[in-house]
């Protein structure tokens, strides 16, 4: 019976949680809330509470043998993702898991002008999430190597899925970058993400690199009339790229103005993954 441990079993984690159960797979989960702790022991899954913020909170890790998956998302501030340092600070070379499956983000591409990129393309990130997300890539490759773990990172897109499309920012008409000056920006369903999971850990190799995404990848704006279509509520109004600047939260600006097409080819070829939803529109059908 494979082992398997999920830090950080949220949204995506506790779908591949479901799969490898699906599986046979002894699953454990590891977050930070009681409240989500007591959800998953409700679905019949091993699961411990702590914060990865505390070094000293963090339990002992019986992780022998097992396949780990790290999906904890990088603290607030800074360029350095010390979560995922503690996490590794905590993984001990006698008891070292089988594989580490890192979670990252395409945000660590220097690439910001809508050029394409590949797992070759300078990660050279511009806005501190990158920075962070391409530190614990660094962390968790460090690790696997002094500890002989084979390593695997996934650069994830944007995630889109059930109960996760821009509600709150239709139903406020926040406004939009208008389509002319909005670039290209790639996403990835729920389901596909967990499914490509289970692939890394069934086809890949120590020190390989995936982009993850659908491989159509379309502008934001694009993407939020699709969902307001979907969800029967009135299209966003649009502005320019000056107006943007003056009127967007800065996170929703760097979402705009941080624009790439991801090239998803290794993905298909090495983890022989076939997608469930391989357009924004497929995969949009089964969110309602």
């Not at 910001?112 to 391409?134: D, I, Q």
């Not at 926040?174 to 002319?180: D, F, G, M, S």
């Not at 097409?261 to 309602?288: F, S």
Request: overall charge negative; hydrophobic content about 35%; charged content about 20%.
């Amino acid at each position: 019976m494979k082992k398997i441990v999920i830090a950080g079993c949220g949204y995506i984690g506790s779908r591949v949680a479901r799969l490898w159960r699906e599986r046979g797979a002894e699953v454990t989960c590891l977050v930070r809330t009681q409240e989500h702790q007591a959800a998953l022991a409700s679905e019949g899954f091993t699961s411990r509470s702590c914060s990865l913020d505390d070094p000293t909170g963090i339990p002992t890790l019986d992780v022998a043998g097992c396949i780990v998956y790290y999906l904890v998302p990088p603290p607030g501030g800074g360029i350095a993702d010390s979560r995922a340092r503690n996490f590794c600070a905590a993984l001990t070379h006698e008891t070292a898991p089988s594989r580490i499956i890192y979670m990252s983000a395409t945000s660590v591409y220097s690439e910001s002008s809508g050029g394409t990129v590949t797992e070759e393309s300078p990660a050279v990130p511009h806005s501190a999430m990158g920075k962070r997300r391409l530190d614990a890539e660094r962390a968790f490759l460090e690790y696997g190597e002094t500890a002989g773990v084979a390593t695997i990172i996934l650069r994830v897109s944007g995630i889109y899925g059930p109960g996760r499309l821009p509600l709150m920012q239709i139903s406020q008409g926040q406004p939009l970058l208008n389509e002319a000056e909005s670039g290209p920006s790639n996403r990835i369903h729920a389901d596909d993400l967990a499914a490509v999971c289970l692939a890394a850990a069934d086809n890949g190799e120590g020190g390989d690199i995936f982009n993850v995404s659908d491989g159509h990848p379309s502008s934001m704006t694009a993407y939020f009339n699709a969902c307001a279509d979907l969800l029967g509520y009135p299209r966003q109004p649009q502005v320019s790229m000056a107006e943007a600047r003056r009127v967007m939260s800065p996170l929703m600006l760097s979402y705009v103005t941080d624009s790439r097409v991801v090239d998803n080819a290794r993905m298909h070829e090495r983890l022989k993954i076939r997608l469930a939803y391989p357009t924004m529109l497929d995969g949009l059908q089964n969110c309602t």
